[in-house]
């Protein structure tokens, strides 16, 4: 995840856990909760972001779902007062409010806390119906892999895959149905939803977005004569013009090609130094008998990261498949705010959602500067997730920059085995 460009860029987080909360009130003294599928708006610099909610009830509590497309991301808590709803995502330090205007519109917003402080994001949800089907679609196709340049973009993501799928039959309406993963060297967006159609000029459009509890991204664009994209990618407080064109040579932009070529350190005949806080206030660092002498994959992330959170069950796995053989693991944070006990409270939240085992320590913030400050031998540094592989005798064997996660279907499963064979490599015989 590129921290420069959030939230508009990094991946779905399909979340494995619920917690239903029971429902404030009783059904005689308020009203029922506005159970079923509603379609949620935000508008975005690039034009509309949608995404579906879910709501039903379990017993007497209600369970919530964000849905998009495919993607279904468990709310971590609903509870309904008879005239609010209140979704938490808790691993996201996030919380979705509306008020019931109408019983077709609900009108709030959506809460978090970013590095700029807490932002609130207007939002509005409708109840959601099904188009009618229509006609085969004969016009241009989004369907394959693409190569997006947006304008403000350096270095390796200046190139960027974009993978498309389209569905062959157009609603009534004339959308076809669409779906696209933007994969930077710093991890994926997860899946964005929309559609194809003709604009009333007769070019053929495309639009389509996401929002996850941190993504809030917009896809908004044209085919040209020629069959290149033009458009525009926006969140919900920037925008910046891309051009796109189909891909002849999807390795000069994959990823997991470009991953290890990123960061680089300083000198890689000096042994690599960190240090944080744990959950318990202790300060560790590579001279700690957690560590020294040992082969260590050091996790560079940040709790407010969808690709952090993909990438944690593979961590997850690795430790526990090479911890016998003298593997360490150990997470630096680096979080939006500089309030530790709200920091430390995110990282506890983080921990439990994926059963980690390994430490996690709190190494600072995401302001300017701060990776500088706290791992001056780093040259390069851009993505979140950023992993390090230390050999036993403390010195960085390789880097992998950001992570490709479930979205990105080959890539996933390719990122696991190369890291997979890293772990192995410090590890040793």
Known sequence: MRHWLRPAVCSVVVCLWTLCVPLAGSAQTKSQPPLGLWDGTIQGKAGEVNFGIDLQRQGDAIHATLINATDRQPFSSATWNGEVLT???DYYDGTLTAHLVSPQRLQGEYSRQSSKGLVHIPLVLTPHHDPAPGKPWTGATLAGDWLL?????????KNTLVSFQQQPMAAADGKVPATGILEYVSGDTGLLHGAVFQAAVGQTHFHLSRF???HV???DGEFQ??????????????????TAERSKDVASADPNVLAEGLTKVKDPQEAFHFSGVDEAGKRLDQSSLEFKGKPIIIDIFGTWCPNCHDEAPVLEK??????AQGLEIVGLAYEYSDDTARNLRQIGIYRAKYGLSYPLLLAGTTAEG????TLPQLVNFGAFPTSIFIDRSGHVHAILAGFSGPSTGDKYQQVQQRMDELAREIVGP
């Open 225 to 242: 004569p020629d069959g290149s994209l033009k458009g525009q990618l926006g969140g919900f407080v920037s925008v910046t013009s891309f």
């Open 87 to 89: 979704l938490h995502l």
């Open 370 to 373: 701060q990776i500088a400050k």
């Open 212 to 214: 996850d509890g941190i």
């Open 318 to 323: 690795l430790y526990r498949k090479y911890r």
């Open 217 to 219: 991204l917009a896809l």
């Open 149 to 157: 340049h947006p304008a403000d973009a350096e270095g390796a993501e």
